[in-house]
Structures are given as C-alpha cells and as structure tokens.
C-alpha cells in the first residue's frame, strides 16, 4: 500500500491566521482524501481532490474556508483560512487503493487555534 | 452505508482478557467493511478488511472479525489484550456509488487496557 509523508505534524496557530498542510504520497493515485477528526470524534470527510480538476467539497465545507491545491498524482495541500479555535482538530489526508484495500491515511496534523 | 454505530465509546479491560468491540451498520446494497486503530497521536492504520468470502477475517495484532450478513455486523474481537492495544478503534463501511466508493466511519471505540 501507498506511503503517506503529511506535515506539520502538529501546529499552534494564533486565530486570523492560516495554516497549509502537506500531504506526498509515495506513488500515484488519482484521488486524495481530507479529512477531519474533531476532539474525541470520529473522522468526517471534508473533501477529494483530484488532479487537474478541483476538489469536491462535502457538505458544511466550503473552498473559501478549506482551499486545496492537487499539482500532481503525488502531493496535495489543505489551506484552513481565517482559522478560529473551532477549527482545531486533527486533519488527515488519505488515498485509497481502490476501496479493496481500505485506506492509507497519513500520519495527521494536528492543530490547536489559540 | 447509511449510517455506522459502533455501540460502545470506552470499553476498558485487564490485560490479558479477551475483548470484542461492536459494529453495526445499515445499508441497502453489498458493502466492504474496516477496522481501522488509531494509536495516541498517530493516524489511522488499517487492522483488517472483509471484503468478500470467509466470514471471519484475521487482521494484524491478533485481532479478528466476524461479518455477519443478516444482523449487519462486524463485530472486532481479540482473544487476549495487552497494554499496548491501548488506542481508539473505528469501523468503517464503504459501498459503491455513482464515480466510485463512499465510506463512512463509525464514532470510535476506545479500548483501554488496564495491568
């Protein structure tokens, strides 16, 4: 299965601000997947993104607020914009190797808006 | 999947004893099913996948599932715990639809394993 660099790993953030996190896979898949964890909650899906086309946002996510970049087969970026402190959360990015293979996810970011 | 219920949040246990953590779903049409652990700071790791065939699927860590079709299950068990399976565990279901698979996980379980 697919290998997943994701950083920063963790981050303060002061609230205003924004924070990009980083995702490179170890080979090429077409889709990516971000996700959300919010304290003591279950994951919830904020968007895909393929490349060379734009992400598809799931409902109560907007591209203002969780912008995304998809260069290439490899490497994606999530953008949480203008943060607050409800936005601290883990955020995880994933790809599937077709669902047979369940989910790969990375390693998670998690950040505290301060 | 319409939904994923995972019927316990904290399940705590001594080392050494068995464990079985629940899952239940609800969906209208064939499904791929996961248990995923979640380590303290880590990402998500796949501990096994039913995805068709034998009923009983062994996962990593001695753990193994049960897919029972007709109460919509997929219930995680392990025959012995030790301290170091101390994590949050989630369930998850994906099922096909229009462009590809939608997945959706369960709220968690926390196993707590106690000396």
């Known amino acids: 299965s697919a290998v997943i660099s994701q950083k920063p790993s963790r981050d303060i953030c002061q609230r205003g601000t924004s924070l990009t996190i980083q995702c490179q896979v170890d080979s090429q898949v077409t889709m990516m997947f971000w996700y959300r964890q919010q304290p003591g909650q279950s994951l919830t899906l904020i968007a895909t993104?393929?490349?060379?086309?734009?992400?598809?946002?799931e409902s109560g996510f907007v591209i203002d607020k969780f912008p995304i970049s998809r260069p290439n087969l490899t490497f994606s970026t999530l953008t949480v914009s203008n943060m607050s402190p409800e936005d601290s959360s883990i955020y995880l990015c994933s790809v599937m190797s077709g669902s047979r293979y369940g989910y790969t996810f990375g390693s998670g970011t998690r950040l505290t808006v301060v | 999947a319409q939904s994923v219920t995972q019927l316990d949040s904290q399940v705590p246990v001594f080392e050494e004893a068995p464990v079985e953590l629940r899952c239940n779903y609800s969906s209208s049409v064939s499904v791929y099913l996961f248990w995923y652990v979640q380590y303290p700071n880590q990402g998500l790791q796949l501990l096994l996948k039913?995805?068709?065939?034998?009923?009983l699927v062994k996962g990593i860590n001695g753990f193994e599932a049960e897919f029972n079709k007709s109460q919509t299950s997929f219930h995680l068990r392990k025959p012995s715990v030790h301290i170091s399976d101390t994590a949050e565990y989630f369930c998850?279901?994906?099922?096909?639809?229009?462009?590809?698979?939608?997945?959706?996980f369960g709220a968690g379980t926390r196993l707590f394993v106690k000396a």
């Open positions: 039913y995805l068709s065939g034998s009923t």
């Open positions: 993104a393929n490349q060379g086309s734009e992400a598809t946002y």
């Open positions: 998850a279901v994906s099922e096909r639809e229009t462009g590809g698979f939608k997945t959706i």
